[in-house]
């Protein structure tokens, strides 16, 4: 048996539309997790503590989730937010195209994806090295192939930490590393997950009174930020006569430089063009609905359209290249781009909740399943949480429920999960997981204006109003315009208790580090040793 | 018996019904799935019959939309690898070519063939697991080389 560093401990979720693959893989992955290695783990001992925490989740048995459906594969990847580590996605499929979700992946949820089919024709795999995938796989996939995936993973965490550090405050620059856990493991029995969290608390507490003069602070580009960032940039009315400066000045927050904007600008852009290229665009009309056929991707221009309106049909206009798509880009886009902006607006304003269960709503648009969340009782205990209590008693009853969870967490939880549908206790750990960093801090999040909770409440409501192909149109469409919303929202979670003040008045610092924890350093030990003995 | 299991697998890889693949399936096969092979092979032959329907039914119909016919050979070649169908593979890629060229002929000819295959390997299949499994699960598990 070769020696080698495997997927252990990895939560893999395999979308394909083949069950005779979907089988074979799954077989192959849950393979891969029993072989482990010491080599590579005793290397990696030497490259950081952070490091060290990757792979002591690392040596616990590797999750597989396989999903039939592009769909469904969104769905388990919105609900169970953090509860993968990497998406190994076949490119042909009936319901969505692999690129599609591929887009929707990296830019929600910013994790791995790989991309497989049996087709390595070069503008397919040209396609999917543009939309983000991290790596393209040729069926048959081998063993060996599978056996390295971990690569991907921990490429990203790596790149998160630098990101991170390149953005250190003075103080405690090492430590805040180190207290920024990149594993996707969170969900790994680590136990002391409360007293990491307090001991984060401080940190971040600590951080947030101090300048950072000498190291610029990342921007969380957060929900409300983007938005008033869209709305610059629609004011300005071009997209690429919007200069930084200009979007800089309508979207008055004294805290933010230029080169915070041109950045998010860029990345904006980049975001744009690829949605326009080679999808054809349709007219957006107004009201969430299903306008979803396969082939094509009329839901992201549509839903880009309409907050974009002018902005992005001029900047549509110029980078079409595609004859096919100009023509009815042409028809559609004057009426549709009139009409658009006061009915998204209207769509967005309409659906504020009238409760003010704030930040945890952002969590809320995730699980947009058509089926009640209720019939599962870990994700029942999330979903109640999130919206029907408002937000002090929430964080006391996070806090009583989190001690027992925690329990629950000591236990070794990785149950392969075959039925994506079944929840299991990794579910409600993962979950809860998210419900610890934010939930004690709620009372930070009342403070904050209204705005937030309403803004964000709005993709609440519209993931219940419609069936399930409606959501994920609703979240194109959505995260079309917010896409970087997203990672905002997460961010905007973190970095609300930090700032106890509003969100905008002060620079938030940059504070996304998901929801891991670094154990103790005996719980180190106890890993290392954990892992010796397994493999 | 085991004997006769063993031959008939290796006349089948020679005579290129089948590749690597199922060599690697052999080797996925373990104690927690014994008999993993004939599942996968099971499952294989339920959803590339449900395939063949479709593209028989299309091509039934005669408008030959040359893209659906591709899209769908397209699955089923995809399929196909997965239990390393080599004859089965190499007629769909003629298909897909005759597909491209916009050849309806080309594309009914070939489809034959590939019915003919799929339904070959089929059968030769059935006749392996089943002396594979009255040989006794030892026989299964070994790989035939």
């Known amino acids: 048996m070769e020696k080698g560093f495997s ?225 610059a940039v629609n004011q300005i009315g071009c997209d690429h006569k919007a200069g930084p400066k200009k979007i800089l000045d309508l979207m008055n927050i004294p805290w933010l430089t230029r080169e915070n904007v041109a950045s998010h600008l860029q990345k904006y852009r980049l975001y744009l063009s690829r949605l326009e290229k080679g999808k054809e665009i349709k007219c957006y009309s107004g009201g969430v609905k299903n306008m979803d056929s396969p082939p094509k991707d009329a839901e992201i221009n549509s839903g880009h359209q309409s907050p974009g309106k002018s902005s992005s049909y001029a900047f549509l206009k110029a980078t079409e290249t595609d004859p096919k798509q100009l023509a009815p880009a042409s028809v559609s886009d004057p009426t549709s781009g009139v009409h658009m902006p006061p009915k998204a607006k209207k769509t967005r304003i309409g659906y504020d909740p009238p409760n003010s269960s704030g930040v945890f709503d952002s969590l809320l648009p995730w699980n947009d399943v058509p089926d009640p969340l209720e019939s599962k009782p870990p994700i029942l205990y999330e979903n109640s ?54 939930a004690p801090f709620s009372s930070n999040a009342t403070s904050n204006t209204d705005s937030i909770p309403g803004s964000l409440n709005w993709e609440l409501p519209e993931a219940h109003h419609s069936g399930s192909l409606d959501t994920d149109l609703d979240f194109t469409w959505l995260h079309g315009e917010h896409f970087f919303a997203n990672s905002g929202l997460q961010n905007f979670q973190f970095q609300d208790y930090t700032s106890s003040t509003s969100l905008l008045s002060e620079p938030p610092p940059h504070l996304w580090y998901g929801n891991d924890r670094l154990p103790d350093p005996d719980e180190y030990t106890l890993m290392v040793d954990q892992g010796l003995f397994i493999s | 018996m085991q004997r006769q299991v063993a031959l008939i697998k290796q006349s089948l890889f020679d005579q290129g019904y089948l590749d690597e693949q199922f060599m690697e399936l ?50 089923f070649k995809g399929s196909s690898t997965s239990i390393g169908a080599s004859k089965v593979k190499t007629e769909c890629t003629m298909f897909r070519e005759y597909c491209r060229m916009g050849n309806a002929e080309g594309c009914l000819r070939t489809f034959q063939q590939v019915k003919k295959e799929h339904a070959t390997l089929r059968k030769k299949l059935e006749h392996y697991f089943q002396l594979a499994r009255q040989a006794g699960p030892k026989e299964t598990a070994r790989r035939s080389k």
Not at chain 1, 119 to 135: I, L, N, P
Not at chain 1, 415 to 423: A, C, H, Q, R, S
């Open chain 1, 7 to 231: 997927p252990v401990g990895l939560r893999v979720l395999v979308v394909d539309d083949d069950p005779t693959w979907l089988k074979i893989l799954e077989k192959m992955l849950k393979k891969c997790s029993y072989e482990g290695s010491l080599l590579l783990f005793l290397c990696f001992y030497t490259l950081g503590v952070h490091l060290l925490n990757f792979l002591c989740f690392c040596f616990n048995p590797l999750a597989v989730t396989t999903c039939g459906l592009a769909r469904e594969a969104l769905r388990l990847l919105r609900e169970r937010k953090d509860g993968f580590d990497i998406v190994i996605s076949d490119v042909n499929m009936p319901d969505m195209d692999g690129f599609k979700l591929l887009e929707h992946v990296g830019l929600e949820l910013d994790l791995p994806v790989i991309m497989m089919s049996v087709d390595g024709e070069t503008s397919r795999v040209m396609k999917g090295v543009q939309h983000g995938a991290c790596d393209y796989l040729l069926k048959p996939i081998r063993m060996k192939e599978l056996k390295i995936i971990w690569q991907h993973v921990l490429r990203k965490k790596l790149q998160e930490v630098r990101d991170i550090e390149g953005c250190c405050y003075d103080v405690g620059a090492d430590w805040f590393t180190q207290a920024q856990f990149l594993g996707g493991g969170e969900d790994v029995s680590f136990g002391k997950k409360r007293k990491d969290f307090d001991f984060e608390k401080k940190l971040f507490q600590d951080e947030s009174d101090q300048s950072s003069s000498s190291k610029k602070a990342r921007v969380v580009w957060s929900y409300e930020l983007h938005q008033k960032f869209v709305n």
């Open chain 2, 26 to 75: 052999e080797e996925l096969q373990d104690d927690v799935n014994p008999n993993f092979v004939e599942e996968v092979a099971t499952l294989y032959f339920k959803d590339s019959a449900r395939l063949i329907n479709s593209i028989d039914q299309a091509l039934e119909r005669g408008s030959f939309d040359f893209n659906r016919l591709d899209n769908y050979m397209h699955q």
């Open chain 1, 385 to 438: 949480f999130l919206q029907q209590q408002p937000l002090p008693s929430q964080s006391s009853y996070v806090a009583n429920s989190a001690p027992s969870l925690m329990q629950e967490e000591m236990k070794p939880s990785y149950v392969n999960e075959d039925e994506f549908l079944m929840p299991q206790d990794k579910n409600s750990t993962v979950i809860l997981q998210d419900m610890d960093l934010s």
